[in-house]
């Protein structure tokens, strides 16, 4: 096992259970549009999304041979206790480490778009980190997207007391990808090559990370 380099991968929520074809996450995590096809018919999931994000991401860090561990099941909600808990507990094994959870946002007017990155309050190592994919995002997107940023402490991320960004013992960081509750939003991320674009960057991220001191 090479211990130098672990990414701790977080996709928010749950998916589809097979056995039942259920969406198992809570009805804030989902949108029914009044046009579009998403996950099912009309419905947007947001769990389903982040883990074809994250699963894409895991499939180039395959190809990389760079480690990481999914902190999430295919389609059981776990707790963020217990992802928190997973990746605290295994980072004992590594000279260095990386948490990223992926999701996407809902205002519940659907009239707010735009991508964020948070980080915990205050200034820590993961402040470079969420520069760092917010720069990554810019260059592949461009203007085909929106950016809400906060720079009113001098760099991009925003800033919240999320569980899984308070709780972990590494640099942790969480994307907000788009609006799923905005039909424009939600039906760019349906495409793709804009899971693709997002899983590149958060992947130069992660080397830049890496190769930092
Ligand atoms: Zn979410």
């Known amino acids: 096992m090479n211990t130098e380099f ?3 991968l977080d996709a928010g929520h749950g ?3 097979p056995h039942t074809g259920k ?7 989902q949108f029914e549009h009044t046009s579009g096809s998403f996950h099912n018919g009309r419905w947007f999931y947001e769990g389903v999304w982040n883990r074809i994000l994250t699963d894409r991401v895991a499939q180039k860090l395959d ?3 760079i480690n990481y561990i999914k902190v999430y099941h295919d389609y059981v909600d776990l707790s963020l206790s217990y992802r928190v808990d997973a990746a605290n507990w295994y980072d004992r094994y590594y ?7 992926n999701h996407s946002n809902a205002s519940g007017s659907g009239k707010a778009r735009g991508f964020e990155v948070y980080t915990s309050p205050g ?7 969420a520069e760092a994919y917010f720069k990554h995002v810019e260059s592949l997107f461009g203007n085909t997207i929106s950016y ?3 720079r009113s402490d001098g760099d991009p991320d925003r800033e919240a007391k999320f569980y899984v960004l308070r709780r972990t013992s590494m ?10 509750d905005n039909l424009e939003d939600a039906s760019f991320l349906m495409l793709d090559e804009t899971v693709e674009r997002f899983a590149e960057a958060q992947v130069r991220t992660i080397i830049e990370f890496w190769k930092s001191i």
């Open 6 to 8: 672990c990414v701790f």
């Open 15 to 17: 998916g589809i259970d």
């Open 23 to 29: 969406y198992v996450t809570a009805p804030s995590k």
């Open 63 to 65: 190809s990389l041979h």
């Open 95 to 101: 000279k260095k480490t990386l948490y990223i959870s």
């Open 123 to 129: 200034t820590t190592t993961s402040d470079k980190v």
């Open 148 to 150: 809400r940023q906060d």
């Open 171 to 180: 640099s942790a960081i969480l994307g907000e990808h788009l609006f799923f």
